[in-house]
């Protein structure tokens, strides 16, 4: 394969990744279930943590999961059916699928922040970084029950953690640029935050049918 249909290859491994980040399985559960539009509830952000607010628990689990395994799905068939595929063209892949979730296509360029998406990256990449970042999530949301600082406390770690458990340069790298990604995603959540003014995960939404 010359140099050319390499790179035509890469595109379309990189188009492919931006339509599947890009289906909307937060807005798309909260309707089918709920009949909610979360675009025009609650924070108007699709995610699972709006859809759960607006919409109760069981269409954010499906939301959560459909999030996750976006990028789950698709770097695990490159790696399996595609193994010509460069370490380098999957981690950009890997990018790409996080900015389709998070600038959708197929909403509008509109998204979430990228949160279980991003999760379902490392934990393909690097199931060990992923459990460690698991780890601090729970840990904050038990000391602070708030969503939103728990996902920032994981991306600011996340560059960290793959250096402290060994990770190769440009895997650091990408984690990196997801870190980077997403707390922009969170910045009107730091401001609020920073103002006291940042709502706490009311656990009553769980038992909301």
């Known amino acids: 394969m010359n140099t050319f249909n390499f790179i035509l290859s890469d ?64 770097l695990l068939v490159l790696i399996r059916f595609f193994p010509v595929i460069s370490r380098e063209t999957l981690f950009v892949a890997a990018v790409v699928v996080v900015l389709g979730h998070d600038f959708s296509v197929l909403a509008g360029f509109k998204g979430g922040k990228g949160v279980a998406t991003t999760f379902g990256v490392v934990f393909v990449l690097s199931w060990p970084v992923a459990l460690v970042e698991l780890g601090i999530w729970l840990v904050v949301m038990v000391l602070r029950n708030t969503v939103s600082l728990a996902s920032v406390a994981v991306f600011a770690t996340l560059p960290v953690v793959a250096l402290l458990l060994r990770q190769p340069p440009k895997l650091v790298l990408i984690y990196t640029l997801l870190a980077v990604l997403g707390i922009v995603r969170h910045v009107a959540n730091i401001r609020r935050l920073r103002a006291g003014e940042e709502p706490k995960l009311e656990w009553s939404y769980f038992r909301r049918r």
């Not at 607010?53 to 799905?73: E, I, N």
């Open 11 to 74: 595109l379309a491994v990189f188009a492919v990744a931006y339509v599947v980040g890009s289906v909307p399985f937060s807005y798309i559960f909260a309707k089918m279930i709920k009949g909610v539009d979360i675009t025009k509830v609650g924070s108007r952000n699709m995610g699972a943590t709006n859809v759960l607010r607006t919409a109760g628990p069981l269409p954010a689990a499906f939301a959560f999961a459909g999030d996750f395994l976006k990028p789950v799905l698709l």
